[in-house]
């Protein structure tokens, strides 16, 4: 097999852990590892919700454990891990999902929220991440795929306690790579843009900038095909939807403009709108 060739990879008997996996993105991605082959340690705090997909999994060939999880407790983490290795065998592959938003201005956003997706989108990696890397590293191999999001690259008015989580996220993502790449030990960041599951209802997406509602919501499977490429090719960062990825790239070479342009679109379509 050829470095980087996505298409022959054999995912099958390989074990994988996937966190906030009880709908959406997380769901998602267990079904896609599920359909490869993988033998799965699913997690999420939902613990009903959990089971259901754990079913569909089960239902794909694949042996699956449902694991109620709050990765904001270290000890959860650690114990998810355990229980993985004890049930399973020793992971191979770590996809961390679990988060959600509150969109808000930094005037008015709740110092319990903002602690709360602190706890949740970063920490709460950094917490599986300290679980699992010990045995990868023993091994000498292993693939970590932190989901985050394009607000980890440019931030958004009206949500900038969720984009100061990803961004800390993406930062802690590449420095991991760094530490690892020649340990054996594979780490990619995803980052979405808007994705059409619940997560957004939840988010309140009514507040976040008029701009970045243009970018048509992908669907949850989407961004799963982005992390399974992940997975098989070890690329530093994907982004999607395309025109997102394009955005981005234009924001890290022209930071001022980027954002004077989403801010002025964002008035003309509120404008618009009236």
């Known amino acids: 097999m050829r470095a980087g060739d996505v298409s022959t990879m054999n995912l099958k008997g390989r074990i994988a852990i996937v966190t906030g996996a009880s709908s959406g993105i997380g769901a998602a991605t267990a079904l896609a590892l599920a359909g490869s082959g993988c033998r799965l340690a699913i997690a999420a705090r939902r613990h009903a919700e959990l089971d259901r997909v754990a079913a569909r999994c089960r239902e794909l060939g694949s042996e699956c454990i449902s694991i109620r999880t709050d990765v904001r407790i270290r000890e959860d983490c650690i114990e998810l891990v355990r229980r993985a290795t ?20 930094i005037a008015d956003a709740s110092p319990d929220d903002i602690r709360s997706m602190l706890d949740t989108n970063y920490l709460g ?23 985050a999001s394009i607000v980890g690259i440019m931030g958004f ?32 960041a995803v980052c979405p843009g808007t994705t059409d599951t619940e997560f957004f209802v939840t988010a309140q997406k009514g507040k976040a900038p008029a701009a970045e509602r243009l970018i ?46 989403m801010r002025k679109t964002s008035e003309l379509v509120e404008r618009a709108g009236r």
């Open 86 to 105: 004890t049930e399973l065998g020793p992971p191979d592959i770590l996809v961390n999902n679990a988060g959600f938003a509150i969109f808000d201005t």
């Open 125 to 147: 990696a950094v917490n599986c991440v300290q679980a699992v890397l010990p045995g990868m590293l023993e091994r000498g191999r292993g693939t970590i795929v932190n989901v």
């Open 157 to 188: 008015a009206g949500m900038g306690a969720y984009c100061a989580t990803k961004f800390a996220l993406l930062g802690f993502t590449e420095a991991l790579r760094d530490e690892v790449i020649d340990r054996g030990i594979r780490v990619s």
């Open 216 to 261: 048509l919501a992908v669907p949850p499977a989407r961004v799963a095909r982005a992390v399974m490429r992940a997975i098989r090719g070890g690329k530093a960062r994907i982004i999607v939807p395309w025109p997102a990825g394009a955005y981005m790239r234009f924001k890290e070479i022209f930071p001022v403009t980027a954002h004077w342009l």
